[in-house]
């Protein structure tokens, strides 16, 4: 999947320097000033680039790889898959804002494949068991909520969420680490529980990185991702609905996990339960620290309704002044409707919460599938939509089918047999000729003179 994004960002890059004689950004942006708005040059470049980045931080439909990336070790995730190197694709059109504020189609192409992307994974993530598997589906979520910033021109916005959410998910991941560590290496959440009592440094700081990623306030999920919905909302009234359902599911879904894992009886083994403990202070240091990170984070740009200064908007400002002044500042919102907003959402939330609480605590419904009513709906995303069968059906198997046939007929019946034929004549050759070699003198004299007359004879015709 990245490789058909490394395509597609080589290709704009190329068009770049074809179009601007240049690949710095002074350059590019001194001289895509003076062109229109949907320039067709500006849209096919900026469209190229949003390939790049959708292969690189796993949208729709290039995300497949992101789960299967989880199999590594969870600082490797926590570092590289939910911090760093997935967030490349929106640092790379924040960066570029000013060629995308001139591409108002590739912008609306961005903003409906991250509302897309944000709903479609965090769908998936509340029917998943495995508990890296839960934070992956959520990585790409979070990413889709920064690609709708970016997509209805909310660069600080999608630059801030991506500053927390490197705060927050980087706990969570190395938070499910020192489960799986305290467990043994389990990481399906039917096979936990009670696990608060047992690993209390690990609960209270995944408890903090939850709180954040679901936009509870004060914490910093809850100013960066407000910031973006409030964009949406001045831009789309029904994309606003949507982020938010999106940013609903996000509560459901990462407070099924933190039920499941730490509340009621222990559903595990007995020598897991045997062995079941606190992680060492190398592991419980780093995440108390992230966990105040992830609580104090939104503090780099709160908001001037809560008397805040805005810090980060402001040292962002001059790498955002084009696009600015190009027209990507959103209409003001009044205070008033700022509450509205912010009250709808975290009520919205704090119901979510309270309703995975009553089905996974109360209840205890949803620990093993046959305890889910096994409708189509609910197969077809506890399935996750069949994306990885129709990959495998569309693009998989015809490879397979594809190297098999050059294996076995052009390989195995062309190019081996000319090959073992010319080692076979080599052979044949050999064999025939070494009659020759009988050992006697005279007959050797025969020969050399039989061959001095050959080469007369046919110097003479020559």
């Not at 469209?47 to 590594?72: C, E, N, R």
């Not at 961005?110 to 998943?128: E, K, P």
């Not at 309270?354 to 305890?371: E, M, T």
């Not at 020759?436 to 080469?455: A, D, P, R, S, W």
């Amino acid at each position: 999947m990245n490789r058909i994004g490394d395509l597609g960002f080589l290709m704009g890059m190329f068009l770049i320097f074809n179009t601007f004689n240049s690949l710095s950004f002074d350059q590019v942006f001194a001289q895509a000033k003076l062109m229109p708005v949907g320039n067709p040059a500006i849209f096919a470049i900026t469209l190229l680039l949003f390939i790049g980045a959708v292969g690189k931080s796993a949208q729709i439909p290039l995300y497949t790889w992101l789960p299967d990336a989880m199999a590594g070790p969870t600082p490797v995730s926590a570092l590289i898959h939910a911090a760093t190197m997935v967030t490349a694709g929106v640092y790379m059109i924040a960066r570029s804002n000013l060629l995308y504020v001139l591409a108002p189609a590739t912008m609306a192409v961005i903003g409906i494949t991250g509302l897309a992307t944000a709903l479609f994974a965090a769908s998936i993530a509340i029917f998943q068991n495995d508990i890296k598997k839960i934070l992956a589906y959520s990585t790409i979520s979070q990413l889709g909520f920064m690609f709708v910033g970016l997509g209805v021109g909310a660069f600080t916005g999608a630059m801030f969420h991506l500053t927390t959410h490197a705060f927050f998910k980087a706990l969570l991941f190395l938070g499910a680490g020192s489960v799986i560590h305290a467990l043994g290496g389990e990481q399906d959440i039917r096979n936990m529980g009670g696990l608060r009592n047992r690993l209390p440094k690990t609960y209270l700081t995944f408890l903090t990185g939850t709180l954040a990623i679901a936009g509870i306030p004060p914490l910093s999920g809850f100013f960066s991702k407000d910031e973006i919905l409030l964009h949406l909302f001045s831009h789309s009234g029904p994309m606003w609905v949507i982020a938010v359902i999106g940013s609903l599911m996000t509560a459901f879904y990462m407070f099924r996990l933190l039920y499941l894992a730490f509340f009621r009886d222990f559903r595990g083994t007995q020598e897991q339960l045997h062995h079941l403990h606190e992680s060492p202070p190398v592991m419980t240091i780093p995440l108390m620290l992230l966990a105040l990170l992830a609580a104090l984070g939104g503090m780099l740009n709160i908001p001037a309704l809560f008397e805040g200064g805005s810090w980060l908007s402001g040292f962002l400002a001059p790498v955002f002044a084009d696009a600015a002044k190009a027209g990507a500042t959103p209409p003001a919102i009044s205070h008033g409707t700022e509450w509205a907003l912010m009250g709808v959402t975290l009520a919205g939330c704090v119901f979510m919460i309270f309703l995975a609480y009553r089905r996974f605590v109360s209840q205890q419904k949803g620990l093993a599938p046959d305890q889910v009513v096994q409708s189509f709906p609910v197969r077809l995303v506890s399935k996750k939509y069949y994306v990885d069968e129709l990959y495998d059906f569309i693009m998989v198997k015809p490879l397979l089918w594809k190297s098999r046939f050059l294996y076995e007929i052009i390989e195995v019946r062309f190019i081996d047999r000319m090959v073992n034929g010319v080692g076979k004549m080599v052979v044949w050759t050999g064999n025939a000729v070494r009659f020759i070699q009988t050992g006697n003198v005279g007959f050797y004299m025969f020969i050399m003179i039989l061959g001095i007359i050959l080469i007369l004879f046919l110097n003479i015709l020559i």
